[in-house]
């Protein structure tokens, strides 16, 4: 991470220069926080390279591109945001000591990270399912449920119900769709899925919305 300092500076001014309210519409309500999201993606991008153990990956390419993934939202709402942040990122790298063949990768792993059809597409690149893994582990299971009751609370009649509500159309649905491709990255989202059905379980049975 020390290596890309300078990196996570420049995103870090050009994501807290932005209107936090651009961005998804649930979010927003809550002025999320996408530096912070990009910290937890990259931690959870390293967590997967290193179990993965797999010569074969350009890890610096990944770092980059993880780091650089949701710079757009300075400049653009949800959509159209990748294509920002991978043109705000060829425009920092170019200035800089990288090969054309290098800049052109990390920029279609930026471009491509959100067109999550690929994962499962025997020619997608090994460093865009990783990228792609590490967004969606972020601010599901044990974050998802914090974010469900924290976005409910700014509701006008927020309530233990409507918690529930939320919880059941949003974190517990993503939890179900979502589908991983890497060994680590299946063994995380299994102990997230579990934990968030055993919440819910738990959570309905104290409100009495089961037997």
Known sequence: MKQHRKMFQYVEEMLYSYDRRKG????????????????RVYQWMLRITRELKDDSLDVESLKIATIFHDVGYAVQGDEGHAKESAAICRDYLERRPYTPEQIDFICYLILEHPNKRLLHEKTTPLELVVLMEADML??????????????????????????????????????????????????????????????????????????
Not at 200 to 210: A, H, I, N, P
């Open 24 to 39: 998804d519409k649930s979010k927003n309500k809550i002025e999320y926080d996408r530096y912070a999201h990009t910290l």
């Open 138 to 211: 972020d601010d599901t299971g044990a974050m998802g449920i914090v974010l469900d009751s924290w976005i409910t609370s700014k509701e006008e009649n927020p309530s233990f119900n409507e918690v529930c509500r939320h919880f059941e159309k949003y974190t517990y649905r993503h939890m179900k769709q979502m589908d991983f491709v890497t060994a680590p990255g299946k063994r995380f989202w299994h102990e997230k899925r579990t934990l968030v059905y055993e919440f819910l379980r738990q959570y309905r049975r104290d409100l009495g919305l089961m037997d």
